[in-house]
């Protein structure tokens, strides 16, 4: 069931093995919000790094040839752990629905984390769906994703106090 309108016009998906049984879900769900999709796999349930797919879709970030994207692994943390090591990447694991719509909200996640061990395929799409559908709120929310990003920056964000000087 789709409910809103899609944020997102084209996304990145990469999985390793233990995430690869949940991926068609994620590619229908997709399809059915209307958003284009480049699959970097795997395809396979042979045993390949996570680092390897996440920094598939990194890139794809990086070279803005999608504006967002889907990492999937076992459990969703260690997948969105190596991706949120790429510049310009702001990955956030979701195993509820409730933290999909807040981390687009007020942290303009452009990269959903998902554990296909985690969350069963209904759950994934619901997640991925309102993951997909919520605005950034911007705002106050803006200055703290600005702060975010300078922390990947050599000058590392400014001092302890988050800048409040």
Same mark, same amino acid.
């Given at each position: !069931?789709?409910?809103? %309108? ?38 396979? !349930?042979? $045993? ?26 076992? $459990? ?9 090591? !790429? ?8 195993? %509820? ?21 985690? $969350? ?12 997909? %559908? ?18 990947? $920056? ?12």
């Amino acid at each position: !069931m789709i409910v809103g %309108t899609a944020v997102f016009k084209k996304m990145a998906v990469a999985c390793d093995h233990g995430g690869l049984a949940l991926k068609p879900h994620i590619l229908k769900t997709l399809k059915d919000l209307g958003i284009e999709y480049l699959d970097f796999g795997t395809d396979s !349930m042979e $045993s390949v790094d996570y680092p390897v797919y996440a920094k598939h879709v990194g890139e794809a970030l990086h070279d803005q040839s999608v504006d967002g994207g889907i990492v999937i692994c076992g $459990s969703g943390l260690g997948i969105a752990m190596a991706a949120n090591k !790429m510049t310009g990447v702001r990955a956030a694991p979701c195993h %509820t629905i409730y933290a999909a719509r807040l981390t687009r909200k007020d942290n303009d996640a452009n990269v959903l984390a998902l554990g296909a061990r985690v $969350s069963a395929p209904h759950l994934a799409q619901a997640i991925l769906e309102a993951f997909c %559908t919520t605005p950034f709120e911007g705002g106050r929310h803006a200055r703290r994703v600005e702060q975010l990003m300078k922390l990947e $920056s050599n000058d590392r964000g400014g001092s302890r106090d988050g800048g409040q000087r």
